[in-house]
């Protein structure tokens, strides 16, 4: 998962497609107008940051049960 307002985004980005092309499984979300951090800032206030926090936890909670 990137945030769309990241200084890191595309350094993201680039290393989902690069684990993309040495054929490992990647799930890659862009989330839309989010800084950098919201995760780490549990910034559940934005309904924005809240819903990209719900798919978080659902992503890992399905690898979890795999």
Do not use: K
Not at 22 to 30: K, L, N, P, Y
Not at 41 to 48: C, K
Request: glycine share 4%; hydrophobic share 40%.
């Amino acid at each position: 998962m990137t945030a769309e307002h990241d200084a890191l985004r595309d350094e993201g980005d680039a290393y989902a497609h690069r684990l993309a092309q040495a054929h490992v499984r990647v799930a890659h979300r862009q989330e839309p107008g989010l800084m950098h951090g919201f995760i780490q800032n549990m910034d559940l206030t934005s309904p924005e940051a809240a819903a990209a926090h719900d798919r978080l936890f659902r992503d890992i909670a399905s690898l979890i049960r795999r």
